[in-house]
């Protein structure tokens, strides 16, 4: 089992996505969010005509676009990263994706950093233990295992340049923190146990790596990297109590990779987009 093939590109690695031929943006844009949500969509490539026509995108898009943004249009902002999350995506030969957009209010929750390796979306391990049993299929050629990921508003995900001793250091503070818990064998996302010992685990981690060299994506770049035991790039989200921010992330993949992920979670409508955060309220205008 391989991963789709980007052999010029490390665990982690800054890329612009501004070209000089791009429309700007506004000078400032005046975003401001109204409340912590988030918009998802899990299908091919969405289509997409000018930077600053949305009309091409999921109804559902709009009615988290009206519930959650005023001001500055995010299309505006959002269109330049998704042009060449596009092509990037293409060029490694795939066509599908599952995409979020989160919008976030102030918090102190990430004043602690939450350092972390994101799991290996398609590995079949893991989608046997989000389900609570058995893998089954078949062994795959290869599977997809990265991410591209960028900040349209506030500060960008930190992430650590030694990855590898980063990553090190937070195998060793696992071990450390679960030995110290023997009674408890349990590794079950829903276990109140496992998420006490997160709890542990991130508070440590925060203290090992407080002194680590990282890099955070500026305006008009984003973040490829990759995921997954052994090769994923350390990071964490920035401090966020400062103000409002906007992150995007992408998982690219092959349709029957997606389509499976989708099925283990009970989802079988294809494509399929939604929110999270909007009150029903907006829903009821949006019929």
């Not at 293409?90 to 102030?106: F, Q």
């Not at 110290?180 to 349990?186: A, E, I, Q, V, W």
């Amino acid at each position: 089992m391989t991963i789709t093939s980007i052999p010029h590109l490390p665990d982690f690695k800054l890329l612009p996505y501004k070209l000089p031929t791009d429309t700007p943006p506004p000078a400032s844009p005046t975003i401001k969010i109204l409340r912590t949500s988030s918009w998802t969509y899990c299908g091919p490539l969405l289509p997409l005509t000018t930077p600053t026509d949305d009309t091409s995108l999921p109804a559902s898009y709009h009615t988290w676009h009206r519930a959650t943004i005023r001001g500055t249009p995010l299309i505006t902002l959002l269109t330049p990263f998704l042009l060449f999350a596009h092509e990037f995506i293409k060029s490694t030969g795939l066509n599908h994706y599952w995409i979020t957009i989160r919008a976030s209010l102030p918090t102190k929750d990430f004043n602690t950093p939450r350092w972390h390796v994101d799991d290996d979306f398609f590995d079949r391990a893991s989608m046997a233990n989000l389900r609570g049993g058995q893998s089954t299929s078949s062994t795959r050629v290869t599977r997809t295992q990265w991410k591209l990921a960028t900040t349209l508003l506030g500060p960008g995900t930190m992430f650590a340049t030694n990855t590898a001793g980063a990553r090190n250091t937070l195998k060793s503070v696992k071990t450390a923190v679960k030995a110290s818990s023997p009674s408890h064998t349990c590794t079950s996302v829903i276990c109140l146990g496992c998420a006490n010992l997160a709890e542990c685990v991130r508070k440590a981690l925060a203290d090992e790596l407080k002194n680590v060299e990282v890099v955070q994506s500026g305006e008009g770049e984003c973040c490829f990297f990759k995921v997954g035991e052994g090769v994923g790039a350390v990071h964490s989200e920035p401090r966020m109590d400062g103000g409002e921010r906007v992150f995007v992330n992408i998982v690219p993949g092959r349709e029957e990779e997606l389509r499976e992920v989708m099925g283990k979670w009970g989802m079988e409508e294809w494509p399929r987009d939604w929110c999270l955060g909007v009150p029903g309220g907006f829903w009821e205008e949006e019929g």
